[in-house]
């Protein structure tokens, strides 16, 4: 995410599928912030070699930071959040808030465990189960962000607190769209309680494979078309930059 001349960076991830799809290590080496919304190796692994590559701080809760720092990153490049914390950059404002993280269910586990692909990709297992067991969930955190009029939720995980108030009507709501079985009906419930101008599917990607899986949004779609028709819905290309324009 980009204001003026700051770019400020969350869960920093390279794909282990074609990652020349996706933007490479050297096109963020000059972002100076980088947030972490909880401690999941697909949101973490690649933080500690892209901080020994620029000149980023990271933005974590307590439980990621002290991974970090048993990956030899320096206390110094690191700054403990919690949520409440507001933080100030030059021409960002970020609120952070608590967040959940999505409850698999049996049936995506049952279709992702018995499934030709895990054969297929049986070199990404190592480093997958590696992370599932290394790599500490922590707090999930939620970020609100502010900048240049514009209001932006982002989740890394489709999950939210039941007793939380979080912001409503926002500009724009970055949704994770990977997860669930029923995942065209469980995200409806986020739409309902945020109610945004506009939506930012994310994490529907294939880049970690067999675990993930590339999520066909085209139901949800249309369904978002039917029951919300102004409320815009925005499938990214990975190469390309999304431009918001100030109010």
């Known amino acids: ?11 920093p991830f390279f794909s282990l599928n074609n990652p020349e799809k996706y933007i490479s290590m050297q096109e963020i080496l000059d972002t100076r912030h980088i947030f972490i919304t909880h401690g999941h190796f697909d949101h973490t692994l690649h933080v500690p070699e892209l901080l020994k590559a620029g000149q980023a701080k990271v933005y974590c809760h307590e439980i990621v930071a002290a991974k970090l720092k048993k990956q030899n990153v320096a206390a110094e490049r690191i700054v403990c959040i919690k949520p409440g914390d507001i933080i100030e ?3 960002f404002e970020i609120m952070v808030f608590p967040g959940e993280h999505i409850s698999f269910d049996r049936r995506l586990i049952i279709q992702t465990l018995f499934n030709r692909r895990v054969f297929k990709w049986m070199k990404n297992l190592g480093k997958i189960i590696n992370g599932f067991l290394h790599y500490p969930k922590g ?9 240049e009029g514009k209001q932006i939720l982002h989740l890394g995980s489709l999950g939210m607190c039941f007793t939380e108030m979080y912001p409503e009507a926002v500009d724009l709501m970055t949704l994770p769209f990977q997860g669930r079985s029923d995942m065209e009906e469980y995200a409806l419930h986020f739409i309902r309680r945020i109610k945004p101008h506009a939506v930012f599917l994310q994490h529907f990607d294939d880049s970690f494979p067999p675990v993930s899986s590339e999520v066909d949004t085209t ?7 039917d029951l919300f028709p102004d409320i815009k819905i925005i499938k990214p290309d990975p190469m390309k930059s999304l431009q918001l324009n100030p109010k």
């Not at 995410?1 to 869960?11: G, K, P, V, Y």
């Not at 139901?219 to 078309?225: G, L």
Request: proline content about 0%; hydrophobic content about 50%.
């Open 1 to 11: 995410m980009t204001s003026a001349d700051e770019r400020i960076l969350f869960d």
């Open 219 to 225: 139901r949800f779609q249309r369904i978002m078309a």
């Open 139 to 147: 707090q999930v955190l939620i970020y609100n962000i502010k900048a």
């Open 89 to 91: 950059l030059e021409n």
